[in-house]
């Protein structure tokens, strides 16, 4: 099994980014897909999360509004869509599902 995420990086504040996981190993289309992201010297969090076909999604408060979690079947892969980005959102993304982590993805904002 293997998560692979990518996209991350620095952008300024009021910014966007697509965040991008893909995923093998596993039958992707039987799972619900989640990312986390842990700031600095801070705990992991739930950011959001998709379920298997893509009908149903959550949000982290900080992020509802802001953030769309979505998902390809087909290519394997779940996206985290980050508009309006705040300096809050700095920190390290990750993917998980099937019980597996990806190495994480580094979204810096800053001006």
């Known amino acids: 099994v293997q998560l692979v995420e990518s996209g991350g990086g620095l952008v300024q504040p009021g910014g966007s980014l697509r965040l991008s996981c893909a995923a093998s190993?596993?039958?992707?289309?039987?799972?619900?897909m989640n990312w986390y992201r842990q700031p600095p010297g801070k705990a992991r969090e739930l950011v959001a999360t998709?379920?298997?076909?893509?009908?149903?999604?959550d949000y982290a408060d900080s992020v509802k509004g802001r953030f769309t979690i979505s998902r390809d079947n087909v290519k394997n892969t779940v996206y985290l869509q980050m508009n309006s980005l705040k300096p809050e959102d700095t920190a390290v993304y990750y993917c998980?599902?099937?019980?597996?982590w990806g190495q994480g993805t580094q979204v810096t904002v800053s001006s």
């Open positions: 998709i379920t298997r076909a893509g009908r149903n999604t």
């Open positions: 998980y599902g099937w019980g597996a």
């Open positions: 190993g596993f039958t992707f289309s039987s799972y619900t």
